[in-house]
């Protein structure tokens, strides 16, 4: 694929850069066990249809909110379905608050390429890194810093950075405001369809679809190429 006039690429976390499943699967039970537990009620099923998740097969519903909404709106959905199940509001806020728990960001990051080869050769061509993300700011920079990647990455736009999320094209807009270039000159990589829909609301210059996360190549129709996994991102332009 030929980068020529790209400035910046962006990158998708979880499904693109590291392991989505990995880092949310085991999550998504556990959750569903810890608020089994607080409010002594059957509610994993509800949760799990809710935040699109299927616990016999690990997998994540490509536009469901697991895949695509933040922290902060996850743990709202969970609460909306406690409150059917509980005899109160209250009881169902002191469930999930009681449940609610954040993955391990460093000990499931497990990369799906050698991120540091593939930012210092995009770089060592001039190009600028950054990242994309609905997981909140804080878990994504301990994850970064853990692969040993943070400081390659010059910009973030995370989940509770108060942006509109994707598929809104602001964390694209976003991006190109602190990196000083215009959304034509830049490469949107992500394993979703909300990551191939905000692209293309940006007017991004290329769009690349990965198949390493919750998206297939069937969902993924709206990139320019969809690859198996970021690792072929740098032979697939030469």
């Known amino acids: 694929m030929d980068l020529t006039g790209i400035d910046v690429v962006i990158f998708d976390k979880d499904g693109t850069l590291i392991d989505f499943h990995a880092m949310w699967g085991g999550w998504a039970r556990e959750l569903g066990t810890r608020l089994e537990e ?10 799990f249809a809710a935040i699109g998740f299927d616990p016999s097969t690990g997998r994540v519903a490509a536009g469901g909110p697991l895949a695509t909404a933040t922290m902060a ?19 169902a806020r002191r469930a999930t608050e009681a449940a609610w728990f954040a993955p391990d960001p460093v000990a499931l990051a497990r990369p799906l390429a050698d991120l540091a080869a593939l930012f210092d050769e995009l770089r060592g061509d001039g190009r600028r890194i950054a990242v994309v993300t609905t997981d909140d700011r804080a878990p994504t920079d301990a994850a970064l810093r853990a692969l040993g990647v943070r400081a390659a990455v010059e910009a973030m736009v995370c989940g509770d950075d108060g942006f509109a999320m994707k598929p809104a094209p602001d964390p694209v807009f976003a991006v190109c405001h602190a990196l000083r270039t215009e959304p034509p000159r830049v490469l949107v990589v992500g394993d979703s369809p909300a990551d191939m829909a905000m692209a293309r609301a940006a007017g991004a210059g290329q769009v690349i679809g990965v198949l390493t996360g919750v998206g297939a190549a069937a969902d993924l129709v709206e990139a320019d190429l969809v690859l198996g996994s970021v690792a072929e991102l740098l032979p697939a332009r030469r």
């Open 73 to 91: 709106g996850i743990e709202e959905i969970v609460a909306a379905v406690l409150r059917r199940w509980c005899p109160s509001v209250a009881a």
């Open 38 to 47: 607080a409010a002594r009620r059957p509610v994993a099923p509800d949760v």
